[in-house]
């Protein structure tokens, strides 16, 4: 019992941190996603005295990927239908060049206005529109979002880690006799330290084990049945393959880091 009581002292925390840590690389994969969408739906629309290229418009900011350009003349027939005497040529010279532009990448709110400011300084543009109160509150909540799940993950990890380092003390204190033989014999410190390495790599992996196991039932089994169909198109980014190796290295670190701290307490103690 009291066997059983160790390792899931030492297998909670553990999960607790891996479980913060796929947390953040699903977050990281959705935010990606959802920076994407932001990026393909913002755009600026452009009004130009002139015909201009793509080319000149990465001239004067590089950051725009591609241009639309909008028919005039589909809009002179609406205007056209409700106006008299005027025909829709006069209104094709008189009305200025109309464009969408799209970015290569999200960009916040400084670098968008700095990319406004460039374009409406260009002699060639008489306007440049950039529907920027949707994108700031969109991108002021996925700013919000994602300091509270670095902060949550953060001070899950410490306070974790803490509880590994306490529970690896006690595995110390209980393996004293057999790691102080092993030092009267000439044992190095590495190889006394195995005993509390070879019992927290086999807690750590059984972690990583659970971990990636619940990550994909939420993939693959909860989230057909909550019928949320944002949740079922973007299933593929609650957890990929490469997670199980990057949870397992993370683990074997943690281990590593706990292990050198608990050797380097006992050391000072004993000075």
């Known amino acids: 019992m009291k066997y059983i ?37 913002y755009t600026m629309l452009v009004l130009a005295k002139l015909p201009m290229k793509l080319s000149e418009f990465k001239k004067i900011d ?5 241009i639309e350009s909008i ?7 609406e205007m056209a239908q409700g106006m008299r005497g005027v ?33 409406a300084a260009s002699s060639s543009i008489t306007r440049v529109e950039n529907f920027g ?6 991108y002021n909540l996925f700013l919000f979002i994602k300091v509270i799940l670095w902060t949550f993950v953060g001070f899950m990890t410490f306070t974790s880690l803490f509880l590994v380092i306490k529970q690896m003390e006690v595995w110390q204190l209980a393996h004293r006799e057999q790691m102080q033989v092993m030092e009267i014999f000439g044992a190095s410190t590495m190889l006394r330290s195995g005993v509390l390495f070879k019992r927290a790599i086999i807690d750590a992996i059984a972690a ?25 198109s973007k299933s593929n980014l609650l957890f990929e393959y490469k997670d199980v190796l990057i949870l397992g290295l993370i683990s074997i670190i943690i281990v590593a880091v706990a292990v050198a701290v608990v050797v380097a307490g006992n050391k000072e103690s004993r000075l």
């Open 5 to 41: 009581k160790d390792h899931v002292m030492f297998l909670f925390p553990m999960l607790a941190i891996l479980i913060g840590i796929e947390s953040f690389l699903v977050f990281g994969r959705m935010s990606k996603d959802y920076e994407k969408t932001l990026r393909s739906e």
């Open 62 to 66: 590089q950051h725009i990927s591609s």
């Open 71 to 77: 028919d005039k003349e589909s809009m002179v027939k």
């Open 87 to 119: 025909s829709a040529d006069e209104i094709i010279k008189d009305l200025p060049y109309f464009y969408t532009l799209h970015f290569d990448k999200y960009l916040d709110n400084k670098t968008i206005e700095q990319s406004k400011k460039k374009l």
């Open 133 to 138: 109160k949707s994108h700031n509150s969109s």
């Open 208 to 232: 990583t084990v659970i971990t990636s196991m619940m990550f994909m039932f939420l993939r693959y089994v909860w989230v057909k049945k909550s019928g949320i169909a944002t949740l079922i």
